[in-house]
């Protein structure tokens, strides 16, 4: 085992000196002797930790997944996106940037312990075999799916392409069951959705950024420019709301689709040595429509890179609320030998006119708040990366989240509307900024007044009349507190060879 230590400590330290010697900067001297023996002392602490607990636990423990717990512990202890992604994990993500797998083409959710059927995706394997939304898939191959997580029941529907698989659904309000055999075929995940409003304005969701995203833009953009006469042509509607981030290059695209010159981001690291900048190319496929972008709380990452850019560039209006404020990037490197892969915070972004968005978020043009249910209210926000644990810091001026709330119904999509007005020219910024003013000023006495209220009850005592017994008190518990909305999932940053 001490063998086993040894040889492990000469591994690490020669993949130090290697990263270290390529930014040309290593210690000389006593400071760099010094060094070098706190990192001995503290691997031999581990190596003493792990020995003694590999032979003295109460059970046999298993030796890989002590040590993928310390990496992962390590990574974990450094910031919120820095993480130790097993071989599995890996392989998914993977899966997720590139926007294709080998699968059957259904969005599934779980419901009471099966497998729903939100909706076939068009020319796949399940809409040519007949799935439909709304049917319950109660064993994949024979096997129940009950008791399996959602993230299994999908595992076992993808796989290699030209493979076979068994479906059993249960269908309609008499659950009649259906066995449904299908081949899996390369499934293209869509992160642009696009269609056009009312003849004259070009909608496109981003809804991750993959490897499909510019060209899947460039296509929705072309289709556009032949559906609607360039005389009536009012611009561009790109709604980034929700959208965790992805890939870098795929966002310096995106913007480049809408510039042709100057900075679109530069990425800085510890070292000045590091810094990257990636500047626009003459390729702007919008020919100088008008564009507008949405984004909320939710927006994070290579969303945020594309509404700075866009923003800084006085090339787009943002309109809607402040984003999520991720603002770093995220270095994927694999280990090799199906150990998985390090995701590591290597940098961090500013958009073109030096600003950081970390932990601070970009804010738009103008504010439009959504009117939200009652049933979410409290959990339409999300927190915001300032607001998680052990974020890079930026200063003193943190951000912590904002509505992230988007209405299914698009007749009450405030923020929309709002574009739409906008790039029509029914309203000009100066109107939609004296609304937004207006609404948050009636907001902030609506809930004054309704304060005043709870203190005015609070305050009354029940009349008691002589001849009559006073009613027996009664009390309100208070509610529980609402849950906070989860953070969205952020996906690695730069791809190739990092």
């Given at each position: 085992m001490?063998?086993?230590?040894?040889?492990l400590l000469g591994?690490?330290?020669?993949?130090?000196?290697?990263?270290?010697?390529?930014?040309?900067?290593?210690?000389?001297?006593?400071?760099?002797?010094?060094?070098?023996?706190?990192?001995?002392?503290?691997?031999?602490?581990?190596?003493?930790?792990?020995?003694?607990?590999?032979?003295?636990?109460?059970?046999?423990?298993?030796?890989?997944?002590?040590?993928e717990a310390a990496v992962a512990g390590m990574l974990a202890s450094l910031d919120p996106h820095s993480s130790y992604m097993d071989a599995k994990s890996f392989t998914d993500m993977q899966v997720q940037t590139r926007g294709a797998f080998g699968g059957l083409?259904?969005?599934?959710?779980?419901e009471d312990g099966l497998?729903?059927?939100?909706?076939?995706?068009?020319?796949?394997?399940?809409?040519?075999?007949?799935?439909?939304?709304?049917?319950?898939?109660?064993?994949?191959?024979?096997?129940?799916?009950?008791g399996m997580t959602l993230n299994q029941a999908v595992d076992k529907m993808r796989g290699d392409v030209n493979t076979n698989v068994k479906l059993t659904v249960l269908r309609g309000p008499k659950k009649d069951k259906l066995d449904v055999n299908l081949t899996r075929a390369v499934i293209q995940i869509k992160s642009v959705r696009s269609h056009v409003d009312n003849g004259d304005i070009g909608y496109i969701r981003i809804t991750q950024f993959t490897e499909q995203t510019f060209d899947g833009l460039k296509d929705a953009m072309a289709k556009f420019q032949k559906e609607i006469p360039a005389d009536k042509f009012k611009g561009y509607v790109i709604d980034l709301r929700n959208n965790p981030g992805g890939l870098l290059d795929?966002?310096?695209?995106?913007?480049?689709?809408?510039?042709?010159?100057?900075?679109?981001?530069?990425?800085?690291?510890?070292?000045?040595?590091?810094?990257?900048?990636?500047?626009?190319?003459?390729?702007?496929?919008s020919h100088g429509k008008p564009v507008v972008v949405l984004i909320n709380g939710g927006s994070a990452s290579a969303s945020e890179i594309v509404a700075g850019a866009l923003q800084d560039h006085k090339r787009a209006t943002l309109i809607g609320t402040r984003s999520f404020g991720k603002g770093s990037v995220q270095t994927i490197i694999p280990l090799g030998q199906n150990?998985?892969?390090?995701?590591?915070?290597?940098?961090?972004?500013?958009?073109?006119?030096?600003r950081s968005i970390q932990a601070k978020g970009i804010e738009p043009?103008?504010?439009?708040?959504?009117?939200?249910?009652?049933?979410?209210?409290?959990?339409?926000?999300?927190?915001g990366e300032a607001s998680l644990k052990g974020h890079l810091k930026n200063g003193d001026e943190e951000e912590h989240g904002s509505q992230a709330y988007v209405p299914a119904d698009e007749a009450k999509d405030k923020a929309l509307h709002a574009a739409l007005d906008l790039l029509r020219g029914v309203k000009t910024v100066a109107d939609l900024k004296a609304e937004s003013a207006k609404a948050e000023a009636d907001a902030?006495?609506?809930?004054?007044?309704?304060?005043?209220?709870?203190?005015?009850?609070?305050?009354?005592?029940?009349?008691?009349?002589?001849?009559?017994?006073?009613?027996?008190?009664?009390?309100?518990?208070?509610?529980?507190?609402?849950?906070?909305s989860s953070e969205p999932v952020l996906k690695p940053g730069p791809s190739g060879d990092k």
């Open positions: 001490r063998k086993t230590s040894l040889v591994a690490a330290i020669g993949a130090s000196a290697m990263v270290i010697g390529s930014h040309g900067n290593l210690p000389v001297g006593g400071s760099a002797v010094a060094a070098a023996a706190d990192v001995y002392r503290n691997l031999n602490l581990f190596g003493d930790v792990f020995e003694k607990v590999r032979n003295d636990y109460v059970e046999k423990p298993d030796d890989k997944k002590m040590v083409g259904i969005e599934v959710m779980q497998v729903k059927v939100v909706a076939p995706i068009d020319d796949t394997p399940a809409a040519r075999a007949g799935i439909l939304s709304g049917d319950l898939i109660t064993a994949i191959d024979g096997e129940s799916v009950q795929q966002s310096v695209a995106v913007v480049n689709a809408f510039v042709d010159k100057g900075e679109i981001v530069s990425t800085r690291g510890r070292n000045a040595d590091e810094t990257q900048r990636y500047n626009a190319r003459p390729m702007d496929l150990n998985g892969a390090l995701r590591l915070t290597t940098a961090r972004y500013y958009t073109p006119s030096g043009d103008i504010a439009v708040l959504e009117d939200v249910p009652d049933e979410l209210k409290g959990k339409d926000d999300t927190k902030k006495a609506a809930d004054k007044k309704d304060a005043g209220k709870t203190e005015a009850k609070s305050e009354v005592k029940p009349e008691v009349k002589s001849d009559a017994k006073p009613d027996a008190p009664k009390t309100d518990a208070p509610a529980p507190a609402a849950p906070q």
